[in-house]
């Protein structure tokens, strides 16, 4: 029997690292956590109080409100991966909207929201055998990992995967915005106080840029394989 690790994928917005970690978990049987779902659902949550817009963010009713967010992933059959659940209510499709993503970054940067999600993401690794991906999770959340690996892309690149993304599912949404809001994300990301966006010291870089899916997949497999047997 082989071992079940913990994989930590970390990088930048856009890169392509839910993709490898929901493949990763179906060929491994492996759980698959989306921490950025969770960020996301926050800020969904915080959106639909008023305590964050474009202008404002009231920290403090956020923080006070914390206790009243519940968040469970429900694995869908059909889709092969879990959906996200905020109070019960699924909110898969409206997180992963232009307008969530432009103010995600700025509730993910609130130490108490970090704290809460953390936690909950810790417990989860209790679980044996689990993938999770974003962005402080071979830094802080899983420093033990067996496995970690940090994804980057081109700006440029990016923003083509994810505008592709939203055009096709039925969004809305203009090229230059994606692209200002992909860089303005790993700004924000990567220089906020608390658990920034870095790589952390062993894990291993992939810039997927000019790296087809398959390509990458294969060589991540060989680095799990030589980890589990
Ligand atoms: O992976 P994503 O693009 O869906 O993540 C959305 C945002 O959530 C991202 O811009 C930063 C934040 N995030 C974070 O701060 N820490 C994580 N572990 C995951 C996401």
Redesign the pocket.
């Known amino acids: 029997m082989s071992n079940k690790i913990i994989i930590a994928i970390?990088g930048f917005?856009?890169t392509g690292?839910?993709t490898i970690a929901k493949l990763l978990a179906k060929k491994y049987n492996y759980i698959y956590v989306?921490?950025?779902?969770?960020?996301?659902a926050v800020?969904l949550f915080a959106m639909n109080n008023n305590f964050v817009s474009k202008t404002s963010l009231d920290k403090e009713a956020l923080i006070l409100h914390l206790k009243n967010i519940s968040l469970t992933f429900k694995f869908n059959k059909e889709l092969g991966f879990a959906e996200m659940f905020l109070n019960n209510e699924n909110v898969e499709k409206e997180?992963?909207t232009l307008e969530v993503?432009q103010l995600?970054?700025k509730?993910?940067?609130i130490s108490e929201v970090?704290k809460k999600?953390?936690a909950e993401?810790q417990l989860m690794g209790n679980e044996s055998g689990i993938v999770?991906?974003?962005?402080?999770?071979g830094t802080?959340?899983f420093p033990n990992a067996e496995l970690k690996l940090f994804m980057t892309a081109s700006a440029d690149k990016r923003a083509t995967r994810r505008y592709k993304e939203l055009i096709d599912r039925g969004d809305k949404v203009e090229f230059n915005d994606i692209l200002f809001n992909v860089e303005e994300?790993?700004r924000?990301?990567s220089t906020?106080e608390d658990?920034p966006?870095m790589k952390a010291d062993d894990a291993i870089s992939f810039d997927n840029s000019d790296m087809g899916i398959t390509e990458q997949f294969d060589r991540i497999c060989a680095l799990v394989d030589r980890r589990i047997s």
Do not use: E
């Open positions: 970390d917005s856009s690292k839910s989306d921490t950025g779902a969770m960020y996301r800020t997180i992963r993503s995600v970054s509730v993910a940067a970090r999600l953390v993401q999770m991906d974003g962005r402080d999770i802080v959340v994300r790993d924000i990301d906020r658990s966006l």
